[in-house]
């Protein structure tokens, strides 16, 4: 009997962990593009699609070598885009002479494009949509 208690007790908690409490019935759809900035592709960085309302789930995706790629919500959007580049190497302990080194990043895209309240990117998002290209302004102030 305890066996039996112990399976059933088991299967209702896989039942919980799996059925989670994310936003179901969220409709996503794939949306790709290139983004550049003053016409050069952005290295790397991360591509953010907020719901204006706030109603959907945020979607998003990586850049790389001026492409991206990102599952999204319906409905309407702002973008806010976030762009490195490599620069160089910087030690990891500053203090030590054989410190190990990592790759330093700089931002190559103004912070206005990073910001709910000052990015000028939106877009209506109702199907897959493939090329939806972005070429920000790096001298680009609101």
């Given at each position: 009997?305890?066996?039996?208690?112990y399976f059933i007790g088991l299967l209702l908690a896989v039942v919980v962990i799996f059925s989670g409490c994310g936003s179901k019935?969220?409709?996503?759809?794939k949306v790709t593009g290139n983004i550049t900035i003053d016409g050069n592709q952005i290295e790397q960085g991360s591509v953010k699609f907020i719901d204006v309302e706030g109603k959907t789930p945020t979607g998003g995706g990586s850049i790389s070598k001026g492409t991206?790629?990102?599952?999204?919500?319906?409905?309407?959007?702002?973008?806010?885009?976030l762009g490195t580049k490599l620069v160089?190497?910087?030690?990891?302990?500053?203090?030590?002479?054989d410190s190990p080194v990592n790759d330093?990043?700089?931002?190559?895209?103004p912070d206005a494009y990073?910001?709910?309240?000052?990015?000028?990117?939106?877009?209506?998002?109702?199907?897959?949509?493939?090329?939806?290209?972005?070429?920000?302004?790096?001298?680009?102030?609101k």
């Open positions: 009997m305890n066996l039996k208690i019935g969220v409709q996503t759809v991206y790629a990102a599952n999204v919500p319906l409905g309407k959007k702002k973008i806010l885009v160089g190497k910087e030690p990891l302990f500053a203090d030590m002479p330093k990043y700089e931002q190559v895209t990073n910001s709910f309240e000052l990015t000028p990117l939106e877009a209506e998002i109702t199907a897959a949509i493939d090329n939806l290209n972005f070429d920000l302004l790096s001298k680009f102030r």
